[in-house]
Each structure stands twice: as C-alpha cells, then as structure tokens.
C-alpha cells in the first residue's frame, strides 16, 4: 500500500485478554519494526523483521509478547494475558532493502493505541 | 547501554522565535542520525538525517540539524518557527554493531508555538 497501515487504531480490552495487533507494511519493504511508546516516552524498540524472519527480539518485555510474519508481508503483534502496564501505542514501521538508499529511514504508521482495564 | 537524551520535555516559543532542540547520544562509534515529527493528530514522520558527509543537514519545512561528534550531539533548529511548527519531535540513533533494527529514541520534545 501507499503507507503502513496498522489496525485496529484503538483496542481497549480487560486485563487477561489477549489481542493482536496488525500491520501492513509499505509494498516492496523488507524490514518491518515494532516499536512500543508509553505515555510521555519516546518509541521503544521490540522487535525487527528481515521478509518472515525475525532478526532480533531483544527488546520484546516477557513471553507474553510474540511477533510473526509468515510470508514476509504482514506483521501480527500478539500479547497474551495482557496486563494494565501494557497499555500503550504500539508502532509499526518498515523500510527499504539494507542496502538501498531508503535503508534505515523507516516510514511509520498511525499505530494501534492499546487500553488494558 | 546506547542512550539518547532530548534536554527539554517542553518548549513554549512565539512565532517567529529562533528554536533550538538539544539531543545528546551515549555511543563511541559509527552512527546514523534522525529527527522525527510527530503533528498533533498524525503519526511519526522523518524531518531530517544524518548518515555521513556534511555535518550540517537540512530537512524539510526550513528545519536543519548540525552533528557535531565530539559532543555527541544532533541539535535541531529552526530560525524562525511558525505555529503550524507545533508537535512533538524526536531525535533518534541507529548505532552500529548492534541490532540492524534497533533505532533509538529520546524521550521528545513537545514544542507550542503561540501564535
């Protein structure tokens, strides 16, 4: 598409639940990116895709975080038994091909604002 | 661990008043440089960068950073703001020799321009 697209813009669930959390990333990039932001926070980095493979999920909290993206394209960002302290805007971002120009300006989308009761 | 520090959580200016936004990373080697803008109401969205070359980068909307290595610092500014210039900015690092992925933010800077 012409931007990231992420959905749902906002999801409030109770404490317990599990949600997952989409992205659509621009067509043609490789590297997709979640990032979580509290409130008053800059973005926290999570977790990084190269086309389905997860490079690096060093910064995903607990187990309770899990990200995939089966055939390279679009991103799920699951929390499982989530918890008040999840509650943030959780951002996706992709960017170009490592070794292009585009490579490591990423393009965000509007994000998912997540509300744990 | 690499930081990334913005000085000022809030900056109140009139229209037309010179902006400067401080950002100071903790990292010794090779970096990428960036600011991002958030407008109220819109998402992120990249301003200006830094990769290598000249140290003083200009973006879009007359905004313009000067890297500055032996202080670790990526300032931003502006000389004359406007108040469409009302948003949250953040600068942010890509180091090299970590994570591929891993870009670091400050905590940003809201910025209101009184009209």
């Known amino acids: 598409g012409a931007g990231v697209s992420q959905s749902p813009r906002y999801k409030v669930t109770k404490r317990g639940q599990d949600v997952a959390l989409r992205c659509d990333p621009i067509?043609?990039?490789?590297?997709l990116y979640w990032y979580r932001q509290a409130l008053g926070q800059g973005p926290e980095f999570l977790t990084y895709f190269n086309y389905e493979a997860q490079q690096d999920k060093s910064g995903l909290p607990n187990d309770r975080f899990s990200a995939e993206r089966p055939e390279g394209s679009i991103s799920t960002l699951t929390i499982q038994r989530t918890e008040q302290r999840d509650s943030a805007m959780y951002r996706c971002?992709?960017?170009?091909?490592?070794?292009?120009?585009?490579?490591?300006?990423?393009?965000f989308g509007a994000g998912s604002r997540l509300t744990v009761l | 661990a690499q930081s990334v520090s913005q000085h000022n959580h809030h900056v109140i200016l009139s229209e037309a008043a010179s902006l400067e936004l401080g950002c100071n990373y903790s990292y010794g080697g090779t970096v990428n440089l960036f600011w991002y803008v958030q407008y109220p109401g819109q998402h992120l969205q990249l301003l200006l960068k830094y990769f290598s070359g000249d140290p003083l980068v200009k973006g879009i909307k007359g905004f313009e950073a000067e890297f500055i290595k032996s202080k670790f610092s990526f300032n931003l500014r502006k000389p004359s703001v406007q108040w469409s210039d009302t948003a949250e900015y953040f600068c942010?690092?890509?180091?090299?020799?970590?994570?591929?992925?891993?870009?670091?933010f400050g905590k940003g800077t809201k910025l209101s321009v009184k009209p």
């Open positions: 067509s043609g990039h490789v590297s």
């Open positions: 942010a690092v890509k180091t090299y020799g970590g994570s591929q992925g891993n870009l670091i």
């Open positions: 971002a992709s960017s170009q091909p490592g070794q292009s120009s585009g490579a490591n300006v990423l393009t």
